[in-house]
Each structure stands twice: as structure tokens, then as C-alpha cells.
């Protein structure tokens, strides 16, 4: 029989990579959480409608990545429907603010998620058919203050911290205001008259995109191409009076806060909801994502809750890549060592077994992280063990259920001692090895 494996593009997190994991959601969540942020969690599929109108019917999520099936009708009473897994969990986020009447208690919405999504890309380092994003979207009634400026410096200046925080070294924000939804086309109309005498000598794709998305070609990494993309018009100086003094006010607050950015005039991005601020972190070559070197992303989407029958929202958000996180994360080398249990019980014989779980038990109860050997193993076998996965070993045999002195070992230093167990919670707690060291230091 054939074995089973995950299916290409998705992948299984194990131990210890999870810790990483977990860490890093923690740091995400205790941020957010100084930020004034509540966690939302939507659902993981959603009606295809919701992505066709949120997304775009032109973008490349929409036309060729998602997970869509026809969901059959199970009884008269229901009709079948069109979902789709979600790729993206902007839509999502605003169709609940609508559908909840979020917008009806005036108050600034700020919500944050953390969850797997779905895009049927070619898989590749980085790149995954089911991966995590960690995001999150600020938005309300215009009285609520959603449409300020401050509100993209707050969160661009939050995701600095973030990634400070996460130990992330050499990212690079950049920065653009793609314009209100009336700029938009005025650029677009630009950019196709000076594509037209010019694009039969780009490569294939970009003649494509001149014709079915002109803004696309912007993101062209073709060599041969950049220097005829460079001098293609700049959205800068398409943007009307508001969206002008609306970036301005941006990058001013980012100036205050000491936040560093580079202003791309070709950063558009590939979602059709985006209007003014746009922006992108990313990490250098040689930091673990290989050609993907987009950590995160977002923008402002202003029309977005209208375009799917919802109030007036004006909104901002961004979505960080947490498997580019991750593996960014590994390549700097900031993870690499897991961290270990307290203490490894060792039962030195059948007889003792019950007596280390219930020791176990009692430790677990205090707060240590423990795990239990078998009584069946050999002693060899039990330090062998034990020094993978825990810091010290602990061996309970009759003498030691008897007295209640237990025989502990600490595998940095190479001690052993007797200790008693009502002293025994604080000698596994005694801090590591490296730790006394520079205590001794100290002293000295
Ligand atoms: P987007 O929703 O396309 O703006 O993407 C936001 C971020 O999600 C990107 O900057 C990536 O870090 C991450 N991302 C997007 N697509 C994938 C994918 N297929 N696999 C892994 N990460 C992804």
C-alpha cells in the first residue's frame, strides 16, 4: 500500500519548531494587546462571493489561487452554495464588522487574527498552499477616527516594535500611497498610454499585465525590464490634494517616532481594495526566504466595507507571513536551542513507576515541567534520556520513596546531591548552569 502524505504545499509543524511558533504568537498577542487590540476569529471557508467582490475577479487570488468547491444541499430547505477556503482574512474581517453592526457603536474598531489560509501557489520556500498570517485591521465610521493618518503611523509603528521584539534584524519598510479610488484610474489610464509604445519590448508577462493590469507590471522583477518600468510615471504625482497631505501626514508621524521607511513609488500591490498608504516589510537576501523576501503587507482599503454593502468604513490593516517569519527567524539563528523541562523522573524499577507519576503529579501541581521514564529501563538508559529532554534527572528507587530523599543530578554542572523533597521544587529551579557561572563572575 502506498503511504499517505501531507498534501503538496502543506506541510506539519512539529516539536521543538512549535515553541517557536507559540513564541512568537505570544510576542504577537501581548503587542496587540498593548496597542488596545481584541482578537477576532472568523471562520477558515466563507462564500466565494465574499472573496470575488473583496478580493477582485482580476486578481491573481481570485482567478486562479482558491480553494473553491460547490457545497451540496443536504436537505430540501438549504440550496447549494459556492465556498471557497479563505486566502485572505481581510474580507472575512470586514464582512463581520458589517454583519455584526460593529460600526453602529461609533467606536474604532481594533482587531487582530492569527490563522492558517489557503492559496493554490506553486509551492516553493516560503511559499505554501496552507500558511499562517498574523494580522490585523483598524477600521470604523469616519467620526471614529479610522481615516486619520495616525492610524497608519500607529500600526506601522507598532509592526516595529513587533518585529524589534521578535528579534528580527535588518528589516525594511517601504512605503507608497497608491491614491484615493478617483486617483487610481487617472494612473492607471497614464500608465497604459505610456505602456503602449513601449511594451512590445518587455517580456512576456508584462505585455500581458500592460493589457489586463497595467499596475502589475510595477511589480515586475524581470532584469531586462526595470529600467523601462523605472521610467514609467510615478503614482506620486497623480494623487489629488487629500491623499498628498494624507501621505505627508504619514511619513511625518513616522519621522516623529524615529520609525525608518523608504518611499517605493512602485509598490501598488496586487489587491484591489488598497487605496492610499501601502506598504511592505521586508528582509534582506541570505535572511532564510530565498526569493520571497516579502515578511508582511498591508494597506488602507477605504471603499472596502462598501464594495461588499456595508456602511461607510474606512480601514487599514496588514497581514505578516508567519512561516516567513519563522523561517527568518531561524536563519537569523535567534531559536536554535529548545528549551528544556525541569526534571526527568526516572523510576529505577517497576515497582517505583506508580510513585513518579505521582511525584510528577506534585511537581507538575508547583509549576515544574516534567516528564516520567519507565521503571523497566536501565540506568544508562534513563540519563540518556533524560539529558535529551530535561535539565536534571531525578531517580526514585524503594530508598528514596521510602526516606523522601531523592537523588537529583543537574546535567550542565555534573552534580549530584541528595535533596530532600520538600527542598526539592527549589533545586530544580536553581538557575542553569551558564547562569552561575555569571553569578560567580559577578562576585568575583
Ligand atoms: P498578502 O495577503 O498577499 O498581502 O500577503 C501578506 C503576507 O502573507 C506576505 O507578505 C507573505 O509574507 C505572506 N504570504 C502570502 N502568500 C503566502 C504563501 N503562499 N505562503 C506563505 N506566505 C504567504
Known sequence: MSTLKAVRGTRDLLPPETQLWNRVEATARAVFSRYGFGEIRTPIFEATELFARGVGEETDIVSKEMYTWEDRARAASEKAQSLTLRPENTAGVVRAYIEHK?????????????????????????????????????????????????????????????????????????????????????????????????????????????????????????????????????????????????????????????????VNPRLVRGLDYYTRTTFEFTVPDGSGLGTQNALLGGGRYDGLSEMLGGPKAPGIGFAIGEDRLILTLQAQ???????????????????????????????????????????????????????????????????????????????????????????????????SASKQVESKANEA
Open 102 to 262: 460593529l460600526g453602529d457603536t461609533g467606536n474604532l474598531q481594533k482587531l487582530f487574527y492569527i490563522g492558517p489560509q489557503f492559496r493554490r501557489e506553486r509551492p516553493q520556500r516560503g511559499r505554501y498552499r496552507q500558511f499562517w498570517q498574523i494580522g490585523v485591521e483598524v477600521l470604523g465610521p469616519v467620526s471614529s477616527g479610522a481615516e486619520s493618518p495616525i492610524r497608519d503611523a500607529e500600526i506601522l509603528e507598532m509592526l516595529a516594535s513587533l518585529l524589534d521584539e521578535l528579534g528580527i534584524r535588518n528589516w525594511q519598510l517601504d512605503l507608497n500611497s497608491v491614491g484615493s479610488s478617483t486617483d487610481r484610474p487617472r494612473y492607471i489610464a497614464a500608465l497604459r498610454e505610456a505602456l503602449a509604445p513601449v511594451k512590445h519590448l518587455m517580456c512576456e508577462d508584462n505585455q500581458r499585465r500592460a493589457e489586463t493590469n497595467p499596475l502589475r507590471v510595477l511589480d515586475s522583477k524581470d532584469p531586462n525590464d526595470q529600467e523601462l518600468i523605472n521610467s514609467l510615471p510615478k503614482i506620486a504625482d497623480f494623487l489629488d490634494e487629500a491623499s498628498t497631505a494624507h501621505f505627508a501626514q504619514v511619513r511625518a508621524a513616522l519621522d516623529a517616532c524615529g520609525v525608518p521607511y523608504t
Open 333 to 431: 539563528a535567534l531559536e536554535t536551542t529548545p528549551t528544556k523541562l525541569d526534571a526527568y523522573i526516572a523510576p529505577l524499577g517497576i515497582g517505583q513507576n506508580a510513585a513518579a507519576l505521582a511525584l510528577a503529579r506534585e511537581l507538575r501541581r508547583e509549576g515544574l515541567s516534567v516528564e516520567v521514564g519507565d521503571g523497566s529501563f536501565r540506568m544508562k538508559k534513563s540519563f540518556e534520556a533524560a539529558d535529551k529532554v530535561a535539565r536534571h534527572i531525578v531517580l526514585l528507587g524503594e530508598d528514596e520513596v521510602a526516606t523522601g530523599v531523592l537523588t537529583v543530578k543537574t546535567f550542565a554542572t555534573g552534580e549530584q546531591v541528595k535533596v530532600d523533597r520538600t527542598l526539592l521544587r527549589s533545586h530544580l529551579l536553581i538557575p
